[in-house]
């Protein structure tokens, strides 16, 4: 099946264009129909437009002419405005803590090769123009856009594709293992096979896989959205080519006290770095510590509305430094930040303020399963405390223990439906009565099953003990994201686990070290939310395949290891990889729908996550004056959150 959206462009709008058609190719068993969205086209490339600011750099001669820096004529891509064509201008106000909080303005200005179409339901070309996958879906023949360029002009090809393959990607540069999406299963033994990547032509390369990768897209969408790394850079930093002393050198240039350091933060976190070439609409031009880090339009970006403007509309992003989680909100009643996600609780003092704070508050949807809820690590270091967490006994206890209506009330004012986590009704795989399972309040039945576990209550029968004695303490890491108070979740689990003797003590991480907890396998239990649109998209947090989420702890360590490392799966653990290994061996999306249903069936039954209340929506606040954002889109981490709105077509109306 071939699937190419070519972008055809030409002096003034002609016609809108849906059509699809059907060629042979000498390979009879690739299907290959053409199909084409509709797109606005124009005459041609003289009707290009730019921003002023780069108009500027033309005339006195420091940069090409427009039609040079795009890809050919027919390889532009079109992309659809939400509300109206835009103007030049402006900039993005996006406050964020630093380098650390990395991943927001990552996701709002990332380029896949492939994205999420808007209803999520498919994949379509964004940095690739194309695709034909043969058959049985064990080749994918993925096509370029010709002529498209580096931030810093220099030619993008297949062989940008091919080195981050060869020298990133396989030896690990980034500290990250080989994706899973890289891998076919046999069908037979369950073993992964690595795929080959091979180069066809300067605008076309292959992914061949040696069994059926039906989701192989999909998967790349999610696992690799970056399939490509500008070798003329990394060749001058990479010890593979200047050697391990030279690269040290540049490593301590940058500020990192190490070879890995440099090749994590510039090949994994590169969008920070003015010096590292991108394809993404803005382009960092200082150093990412600094108070105001700045990231300015890029000449060479590839897109442009259907009237021939290149995009962004927006001359830069902002990015001011915050020092305090509260200051966010401050500014935004303030009318000081034009985008701005914000946590539900925050609904009553954002929709009071909407007049004064001259914004507009949407609301975007997470695939959430719940609200509120927690995770105990099944591997956890600590050898009873491992024992107690995977004895269903306790998870069922820790869930009848809460008042699930006085808990919704206070943190979502009656909007959070009291439920356990389960698959919204909305969403694939969702299974009638899960999110009744466990739900009733009775601190009755929760102190009978702490006594079938055999836990004990101390000599002033206030907390309980382990069956020898020994103390038992409950600690729940919140993440910090620049707020130093316990959350009022964290403060009401706590009460409510003591009232039947479960002494639970509440420790705040910032980013960094939560994340360094998570991989130590420090973290006992959290009170981080699963929010999956569909297990075939993204298994992360509920199939141990790495170290992602403290549930599975050091399950996923094992996986990604290949044995060498971490905890080894067993029962129904283990039968939640084998189950995806069964799903990414399908030949067909109904095997796919069949082995997605069997994982979710094991969480229903052991319900490793535990759920209080039910999702609540994203709140969105935009300045009146910011246009083209939408409203009641899906907000997940898969589709990128920001990046899922098309940030560059984001204009200040005057």
């Known amino acids: 099946m071939k699937r190419a959206f070519p972008f ?83 900039e993005w106000v996006f406050p964020w803590a630093g380098p650390d909080d990395k991943w927001g303005i990552g996701k709002a200005t990332e380029e896949a090769l492939f994205r999420f179409t808007e209803d999520g339901d498919s994949i379509e070309p964004n940095v690739a123009k194309g695709y034909d996958v043969n058959e049985d879906a064990t080749e994918y023949t993925i096509y370029l856009r010709e002529g498209m360029k580096w931030s810093d002009g220099t030619p993008f090809t297949a062989d940008d594709v091919i080195f981050y393959w060869e020298h990133m990607l396989i030896p690990e540069t980034f500290g990250k293992a080989l994706y899973d999406c890289y891998y076919s299963v046999n069908p037979e033994t369950g073993e992964k096979v690595r795929s080959e990547v091979v180069k066809v032509d300067d605008y076309t390369f292959k992914v061949i896989h040696e069994f059926p990768s039906v989701l192989f897209l999909e998967r790349l969408a999610i696992d690799n959205k970056w399939f490509f790394a500008p070798a003329h850079f990394y060749k001058t930093i990479l010890p593979e080519f200047i050697g391990e002393e030279e690269a040290l050198k540049v490593a301590n240039e940058w500020g990192f006290n190490d070879i890995d350091a440099l090749g994590e933060w510039t090949g994994y976190y590169y969008w920070l770095w003015p010096e590292r070439p991108t394809l993404r609409a803005w382009v960092a031009t200082n150093d990412p510590q600094s108070n105001r880090f700045i990231m300015e339009r890029n000449p060479y970006y590839f897109k442009t509305d259907a009237e021939g403007n290149q995009l962004p509309y927006l001359d830069q992003v902002r990015l001011d430094k915050v020092q305090d989680e509260s200051h966010y909100l401050l500014e935004t009643l303030a009318g000081n930040i034009n985008l701005r996600m914000f946590p539900f609780k925050d609904f009553t003092v954002l929709k009071e303020n909407e007049k004064k704070g001259d914004y507009r508050v949407l609301q975007w949807y997470p695939p959430a399963w719940s609200s509120t809820g927690l995770q105990l690590n099944q591997t956890i270091d600590d050898p009873k405390l491992r024992e107690l967490f995977q004895d269903i006994r306790f998870r069922e206890a820790l869930s009848v223990a809460v008042d699930r209506n006085e808990l919704s009330e206070i943190l979502t004012n009656g909007l959070g439906v009291p439920q356990q986590a389960s698959v919204p009704e909305n969403l694939p795989n969702y299974q009638e009565g899960w999110n009744e399972q466990w739900v009733e309040y009775d601190v009755d039945r929760a102190n009978e099953l702490l006594d079938e576990i055999g836990l004990k209550w101390d000599a002033d029968k206030k907390f309980r003990t382990f069956a020898d004695g020994s103390e038992l303490n409950l600690v729940i890491y919140q993440e910090s994201k620049g707020e130093s108070q316990i959350g009022t979740l964290q403060e009401l689990l706590k009460k409510y686990y003591e009232e039947i003797g479960v002494k639970t003590d509440i420790k705040i991480a910032d980013q960094g070290l939560y994340f360094d907890l998570k991989y130590e396998n420090k973290i006992p239990a959290t009170t981080e939310n699963v929010s999956v649109v569909k297990v075939a998209y993204r298994p992360d947090t509920l199939v141990p395949l790495r170290v992602i989420t403290p549930w599975f702890g050091h399950y996923g360590l094992y996986n990604s290891s290949n044995g060498k490392e971490g905890v080894k799966p067993e029962g129904d653990v283990a039968n939640l990889l084998e189950y995806w290994n069964n799903l990414t061996s399908s030949t067909t999306p109904e095997e796919v729908n069949q082995w997605s249903d ?46 899922h709105a098309k940030p560059a077509q984001f204009f200040i109306k005057e």
């Open 8 to 90: 055809i462009f030409f002096l003034f709008i002609l016609l809108l264009v849906a059509c699809s058609s059907e060629t042979s190719t000498e390979d009879d068993s690739q299907e290959t129909t053409d199909q084409k969205d509709q797109e606005e086209v124009v005459k041609n490339e003289d009707g290009l437009k730019e921003a002023p600011m780069l108009a500027e750099l033309v005339q006195a001669g420091t940069l090409d002419p427009v039609q040079e820096r795009m890809p050919v004529a027919e390889d532009i891509m079109v992309e659809n405005v939400l509300e109206e064509i835009g103007q030049y201008g402006g």
């Open 598 to 643: 069997e994982i979710i069936k094991l969480h229903q039954k052991n319900q490793w996550v535990i759920g209080y209340t039910g999702p609540t929506p994203t709140l969105v606040v935009v300045s009146n004056d910011l246009r083209n954002v939408p409203d009641g889109i899906v907000d997940s981490d898969e589709f990128r959150g920001f990046g």
